[in-house]
Structures are given as C-alpha cells and as structure tokens.
T-cell receptor
Framework: DTEVTQTPKHLVMGMTNKKSLKCEQHMGHRAMYWYKQKAKKPPELMFVYSYEKLSINESVPSRFSPECPNSSLLNLHLHALQPEDSALYLC?????????????FGNGTRLTVT | RKEVEQDPGPFNVPEGATVAFNCTYSNSASQSFFWYRQDCRKEPKLLMS???SGNEDGRFTAQLNRASQYISLLIRDSKLSDSATYLC???????????FGAGTRLTVKP
C-alpha cells in the first residue's frame, strides 16, 4: 500500500481534451513533486512545490499546469497535449530541505494521448 | 556534465553473485543520496538512504565516497527477485531538487 494516492490510474485523452491528475498524501510532507517517466527512462522532474509554493519548474510546456490547493493535495492540469506527452506521471512527497528525507511515490497515472 | 550519472547496464548475473552499481554526482555540496528500486510498470520504491559512514541492510550495502563524488550499491548473494532497475537519487543543490540517475537494469538468472 502506498501512502501517496494518485488518481486516475489510467487516462486516455484526445489532444483537444482538458483533464486533471490528482495526488494526495497525509504524511505531513510539505514538498510535493511531479515527475514524468517514459519507457526505459528514469523519472524526469517537472515541478516541485514547497510549502504550497511552486519552487521548481523545469521549463515544462504551459500545456501542463500544476496546482497545490493545500498541503495534502497536488494537481496537474492537462490541456492540448501532444501524443509525445504519453507517459507515466508520478507524484512524490517528502519533508522539504531535510537531509536524508526520501521521496515517497504514488502508483502513478499512465497517460495516453491520442 | 549531468548532475547525476549512472551506468545503465544491463547487468546480467547468476543467482548468488555479488554485483555493484555506482552513481556519480557533479555538485560536491550535495547532502542527500538514495537508492531506489523500480520494477517494470511500477513506481520507484526506496531501497535505502546512503549515509556518510556507509550503511547496510541485509544483503544490500550502500556507500558514499565524497572525495570521488560517487555513491555505490552492493548486492550480495543475488536472488531472482532482485531483478529490477536500480536508480540513484541525489539532491544536488540541497533545495528539494531530487534528481535521478539513468537507472541500471539488473537481471539475475538461475
């Protein structure tokens, strides 16, 4: 069982659709992350929120829009995606700026853009 | 130079073998280091944190070499169930910026 919950597990969307990925954790972590992972590649950092403020944006295209409504929730809003955006999207959380505090991952959302 | 570099392998070893992976990092000020295991189509799971003095958990030993800026993972007496991708994670700037190495694919064969 994972302590970070992601929904949905699978998502198929067209290039004109708008959808959202959701992530929730109740471990009291104040840093939350979105990673994108393509097949046979490592997770690639997209966004980091620290104390509900966006602290890292890895030059992600604006068709991906993150949101952190509160300390337990993290959303990723998707609009006008391209087929190459198909990937596993992983949410993670940790204690911010705490040495040796590891990332805890959700199960991920497997996204297919048609 | 990439912030975190890792030999992607693959490593194919027989059961019972000892295998070691290394991961180099570019920022000498990095403070946080981890090894994760990822099975096919699953999320990464924490295998172990890497402490300055080195640490061991059963068949797994992690070490940090600050002088040469690398971390290592040693797996002794490999089991079939150890087959997975092993990913190193470094916080290169000590600011929540957690970066993955490329991952090393390990296959343990009977």
């Amino acid at each position: 069982d994972t302590e970070v919950t992601q929904t949905p597990k699978h998502l198929v969307m067209g290039m004109t659709n708008k959808k959202s990925l959701k992530c929730e954790q109740h471990m009291g972590h104040r840093a939350m992350y979105w990673y994108k992972q393509k097949a046979k590649k490592p997770p690639e950092l997209m966004f980091v929120y620290s104390y509900e403020k966006l602290s890292i944006n890895e030059s992600v295209p604006s068709r991906f829009s993150p949101e952190c409504p509160n300390s337990s929730l993290l959303n990723l809003h998707l609009h006008a995606l391209q087929p190459e955006d198909s990937a596993l999207y992983l949410c993670a959380s940790t204690h911010p700026a705490a040495i040796n505090s590891p990332l805890h991952f959700g199960n991920g959302t497997r996204l297919t853009v048609t | 130079r990439k912030e975190v570099e890792q030999d992607p392998g693959p490593f194919n070893v027989p059961e019972g073998a000892t295998v070691a992976f290394n991961c180099t990092y570019s920022n000498s000020a990095s403070q946080s280091f981890f090894w994760y295991r990822q099975d096919c189509r699953k999320e990464p799971k924490l295998l172990m944190s890497v402490y300055s003095s080195g640490n061991e958990d059963g068949r797994f030993t992690a070490q940090l070499n600050r002088a040469s800026q690398y971390i290592s993972l040693l797996i002794r007496d490999s089991k079939l169930s150890d087959s997975a991708t092993y990913l190193c994670v470094v916080n290169p700037n000590n600011n929540n910026d957690m970066r993955f190495g490329a991952g090393t694919r390990l296959t343990v064969k009977p």
